[in-house]
């Protein structure tokens, strides 16, 4: 077997909507979240009104690790392209003096993988990632200490919405149901100075026609920033994954180690790197950053390039 007590097997090591055949990995991947994606400025936000805001991703592989951080040799390295929609409607109803927002997220990614000296595992080549419908709170400009404070806290629902064939091993949909609550907030300590983090937390259900269940985690997103001049920002950013719970078959917390011998299924991981952003003449906010992972475990190590571009559709003039 490609595994010990210590060791999944290759194809559960996730890299981004990976729904995964049960015939190659008896251990479920946790579903795509936003790991790097939101970070400068996170929790500021335009008036009441409509905008659209587009991230690219790259993720490469670098290698994959198993429980104790170490690396599993000739595993599969799995890479994407993702190219997330999402759309966002501030609306001027008020509730504990905020204003309530809608969102909608649509993700298309395109998966390959490679695998040296093995077959490598099949790719569904539809692109189609799950939708995600939220709700929530925005906080405009507060005070706290004196200083600037935005905030926001959001609910969202992840749907089983994307493409998804039990015949591949590696699919852009996760094939399950899942909520999630996060809070963000930005505080200007300075006219140049800012720090900001978004700290989510996530429930999975179980994939459907299957009593599989990836455990609860924790993702955040981290950042410093510093203005030098007019809108230019340059942050140190990062972001951290921790799972918390074991997957489960049918309930049973125990089933892949009385089953497999895995002893540990919980993911975790760290990046951080620089990030760049400013806002254009219109409107338009631009965030381009590189993260580099460490810490890495039962799950790939690897680098993501992103891009976060958001759009200005219609505003109202006061929040």
């Known amino acids: ?160 919405s994307g493409s998804y064939d039990p015949d591949f091993v590696i699919n852009p949909s996760a094939h399950l149901y899942a909520l999630s609550i996060y809070y963000s907030f930005t505080y200007l300590v300075s006219q140049r100075f800012s720090f900001g983090s978004r700290n989510q937390f996530n429930y999975n259900f179980s994939q459907l026609n299957s009593g599989t269940k990836p455990g609860t985690y924790y993702n955040g997103n981290y950042s410093i920033e510093y203005n030098p001049v007019g809108s230019l920002r340059f942050g140190i950013v990062g972001y951290y994954l921790k799972q918390f719970s074991e997957d489960s078959q049918y309930g049973n917390h125990n089933y892949f180690q009385d089953k497999y011998g895995i002893t540990n299924t919980r993911e975790r991981v760290l990046g951080f790197g620089p990030s760049l952003s400013a806002i254009t003449g219109g409107g338009i906010f631009i965030e381009a950053k590189m993260f580099f992972e460490t810490a890495a475990q039962n799950r790939p190590i690897g680098t993501r390039q992103t891009l976060r571009v958001a759009i200005p559709l219609k505003f109202s003039k006061k929040p």
């Open 1 to 160: 077997m490609l595994f010990n007590s210590n060791k999944r097997l290759i194809f559960i090591l996730f890299i981004f909507w990976g729904g995964i055949k049960s015939t190659f990995a008896q251990d479920p991947v946790l579903p795509a979240t936003n790991l790097g994606l939101t970070n400068t400025i996170d929790a500021v936000s335009p008036p009441p009104g409509f905008y659209y805001i587009n991230y690219t991703q790259i993720y490469t592989t670098k290698s994959n690790r198993n429980a104790s951080g170490l690396p599993i040799d000739g595993s599969a390295k799995i890479d994407y392209l993702l190219s997330l929609h999402q759309l966002v409607y501030l609306s001027k109803i008020r509730v504990l003096d905020g204003n309530v927002h809608f969102t909608t997220l649509l993700p298309v990614v395109k998966l390959s993988a490679v695998a040296k000296g093995s077959e490598s595992p099949s790719v569904n080549p539809h692109v189609l990632g799950d939708l995600t419908l939220g709700t929530g709170i925005q906080w405009f400009d507060k005070k706290l200490f004196n200083h600037t404070f935005w905030h926001r806290v959001e609910f969202d629902l992840n749907l089983p």
